[in-house]
């Protein structure tokens, strides 16, 4: 079955580099996806990247894929409090739908 | 405004009654869709529509009914609430034959006593 799995929290000191890890399951994936999710407001997409890309570089934001792991990545350079948010990856399901993880909330101390 | 407009944002009500959460959209998307979300948790898909003639469950449907008005609007019913249906529920839209992005509504708290 479907299943996406990522570690509960990461804490962080600012200006270092954060690394949010997700593991999934589906091997038919067209999309990967980041979303963030700050508090009292919905999620909104960060980036994503296609299944046939090993990597994607936005800024301060790097993704990383595995796909014989089945393993994604977040990195988010030069860490700051605003980055202080809840991370969800999710896989697309045939684009019909989106499977999320369980969110890894970020903590950056100064 | 917002694109993806869900009401209300909190309600409080009691084990046994009937909750309507509604949510309209503005972005013109085909597809809506109903999730909860729970500490520890995620976001779990409890309904989906990809057309105003089309319902579809998700993993956790049950206990849990849906009604697509209009392709602009979505609504998910709890017929007779229970305390486990406490949670954070989203509403999300998506277009056809884009990257599969999911724009959100700021989240409808629902606490059942």
């Known amino acids: 079955g479907e299943d996406v799995e990522q570690s509960l929290f990461l804490s962080v000191r600012e200006g270092d580099s954060s690394v949010i890890n997700c593991t999934y399951t589906?091997?038919?994936?067209?999309?990967l996806y980041w979303y963030k999710q700050e508090p009292g407001a919905g999620l909104q997409l960060l980036t994503y990247?296609?299944?046939?890309?090993d990597m994607k570089q936005d800024q301060r934001l790097t993704v990383l894929l595995n796909k014989k792991d089945k393993h994604l990545s977040l990195r988010i350079a030069d860490t700051q409090t605003g980055d202080s948010a809840i991370y969800f990856c999710?896989?697309?399901?045939?684009?019909?739908?989106?499977?999320f993880g369980t969110g890894t909330r970020l903590q950056v101390f100064p | 405004d917002a694109d993806v407009t869900q009401t209300p944002r909190n309600r409080i009500t009691k084990t046994g009654k009937r909750i309507m959460l509604e949510c309209s959209q503005t972005?013109?998307?085909?597809?809506m869709y109903w999730y909860r979300q729970d500490p520890g948790l995620g976001l779990r898909l409890i309904y989906y529509?990809?057309?105003?003639?089309?319902?579809n469950k998700g993993e956790i449907s049950d206990g849990y009914s849906v009604s697509r008005q209009a392709q602009a609007k979505f609504s998910l019913s709890l017929e007779s609430a229970i305390p486990n249906q406490t949670a954070l529920y989203f509403c999300?839209?998506?277009?056809?034959?884009?990257?599969?992005?999911?724009?959100f509504g700021e989240g409808s708290r629902l606490t059942v006593l």
């Open positions: 999710a896989e697309s399901i045939n684009t019909d739908k989106l499977i």
């Open positions: 990247i296609f299944s046939n890309m």
């Open positions: 529509s990809f057309d105003v003639k089309d319902i």
């Open positions: 972005k013109g998307h085909d597809r």
């Open positions: 999300a839209t998506s277009d056809v034959g884009d990257t599969g992005e999911l724009f």
């Open positions: 589906d091997s038919s994936s067209t999309y």
